[in-house]
């Protein structure tokens, strides 16, 4: 909107947002994202440096990336955005595609996981 103040040639005021559209494919970007949140907030409170979470999330996204053309790719939880990005012109099947189910899952698996990590660790210091 502020660009389209600015500069009154693009017509981006002059056109309707299709709120339920934007808020059906936020939700589901959500929900791709819910498994990376929860496999990165188990490998922080395994491990005091911060960098090394960061790295084994940065080489999963890029192994995801690799491997798109993979016949089971929807598996990879570091996957399912670009998957749910990939997939918005494709309107057949439920509201939720199988890889967001699957982020679901590893959502649960991976939150029980620090959970009982986290319950189970002998307190140091």
């Known amino acids: 909107l502020a660009v389209n103040v600015i500069y009154p040639g693009y017509s981006f005021t002059h056109h309707a947002i299709d709120w339920l559209t934007l808020l059906k494919w936020s939700f589901k970007t959500y929900v791709s994202v819910l498994g990376i949140c929860a496999f990165q907030y188990w490998l922080s409170l395994r491990f005091k440096n911060f960098i090394i979470p960061i790295a084994i999330g940065l080489a999963l996204l890029i192994a995801s990336l690799a491997l798109l053309q993979w016949e089971h790719i929807y598996k990879m939880p570091y996957a399912a955005p670009i998957l749910t990005f990939m997939g918005i012109r494709n309107t057949t099947g439920g509201f939720l595609q199988n ?21 189970n660790r002998k307190e140091r210091g």
């Open 99 to 119: 890889h967001e189910w699957n982020s679901v899952g590893y959502f649960f698996c991976f939150t029980t996981l620090a959970f009982i990590d986290l319950k």
